[in-house]
């Protein structure tokens, strides 16, 4: 019944994309799958850590609202329902302020990665305080908004601290994005060739992160090749439909005086959000080509991917309301399902279909 009630409110939310109400409401079905599920992975963990939150030795800012918690009685549940909101509620204002069409990116995001951040809470948080943060960097390239993202990020590495990654954002955000592709992938490539000497000067630059690294970094959680690869080709595809979403929404701002593409002086008079947060994503998406090396250590690190899917899904979502060709948003949009499709398989139901995808759906307190 759970699964007809997501089908019947998606299919709502992608037809009346621009409903307020109709988006909010989806959003709530969320924090009702993700907070009252019983058996998904991981929340056997997260009751224990609630348990013994210094024992734990987990990121700082989530075991002092741990503590927090526990000392004013609130129980586990109460407590996931408050951090699992407040993280939605982050989600919702991004999704609402930053997107043209806000019901098609939430359901792509419903399709992926809903469900395996139900599973992951600490990164899912993390990843909802770096998706406010760009919608508040792509605003202008001021000191104010960047001091704002800083404390955004920053927020997200309290509770997981693969977030501190983000901080590379800022730099990325002044350099043209051919450079940008060209030092990533060459760094990345030195990474790889050097990963034990890289690893080990992260362990002395920040050593509070130096346990993270000890338990991820052993030859029995190393990720195999052919899962490399798989990530290779998945942050490429990315990586090329935000591109193709970029020309879409900058095909769209040029004057009658531009034939093809609107120019840097244009886009630089005008000064639209949508295209400078287009513009931003694909710099982020450039980044990430420096977590494949990472991704070669444990799956673990796919997490940086995961968190900068909602900011591509919103730039997906400004294309497909661009004055593009109505066929070209209807090949895109066919792309785009098909690379989320996809992936939802190769990540969730091909290796978790009872754990963290029929968990949500099947094994909740108050879904049907």
Excluded at 137 to 154: M, P, Q
Excluded at 161 to 171: D, E, T
Excluded at 304 to 316: D, G, P, T
Aim: charged letters at 10%.
């Amino acid at each position: 019944m759970s699964y007809l009630l997501f089908l019947g409110m998606g299919s709502l939310t992608a037809i009346f994309r621009k409903n307020r109400v109709i988006c909010s409401i989806l959003v709530f079905l969320f924090w009702i799958a993700m907070t009252f599920n019983t058996l998904i992975a991981d929340r056997g963990q997260y009751q224990k850590f609630y348990s013994d939150p210094v024992a734990a030795k987990e990121e700082w800012g989530y075991t002092q609202l741990q503590l927090i918690a526990k000392t004013i009685g609130l129980s586990f549940q109460a407590f996931f329902a408050i951090i699992i909101g407040a993280a939605l509620l982050m989600i919702l204002y991004t999704v609402l302020r930053a997107s043209l069409n806000p019901g098609w990116t939430l359901v792509l995001y419903l399709i992926f990665p809903f469900t395996m951040d139900a599973a992951q809470v600490r990164s899912f948080v993390a990843a909802a305080f770096i998706a406010t943060g760009l919608v508040v960097l792509a605003k202008d390239r001021s000191l104010s908004s960047i001091v704002k993202y800083l404390a955004l990020v920053t927020g997200g590495v309290m509770f997981h601290y693969s977030a501190i990654f983000f901080y590379l954002v800022v730099i990325a955000y002044f350099v043209p994005t051919a450079v940008l592709y060209l030092a990533t992938t060459l760094f990345a490539l030195f990474t790889a060739s050097n990963l034990n000497n890289v690893i080990r000067f992260v362990g002395r630059l920040l050593p509070f992160i130096d346990y993270k690294i000890k338990r991820y970094y052993h030859a029995d959680s190393m990720t195999a090749p052919a899962e490399i690869k798989g990530y290779t080709i998945y942050l490429i595809l990315l990586s090329l439909l935000a591109l193709i979403a970029w020309l879409m929404i900058r095909h769209s701002l040029k004057n009658p005086n531009e034939r093809f593409f609107a120019s840097k002086q244009h886009l630089a008079k005008i000064n639209n959000y949508y295209y400078n947060h287009a513009d931003l994503v694909i710099k982020v998406n450039a980044s990430l080509m420096l977590a494949l090396p990472l991704l070669s250590i444990s799956v673990s690190f796919d997490r940086l991917i995961r968190a900068c899917l909602l900011s591509n899904y919103i730039l997906f979502a400004n294309a497909l309301g661009s004055k593009a060709s109505w066929w070209v948003k209807t090949l895109f949009a066919i792309a785009c399902l098909l690379f989320v499709g996809y992936y939802f398989n190769f990540y969730i139901y091909s290796r978790f279909p009872e754990v963290v995808f029929r968990s949500v759906f099947e094994q909740n307190l108050f879904l049907p």
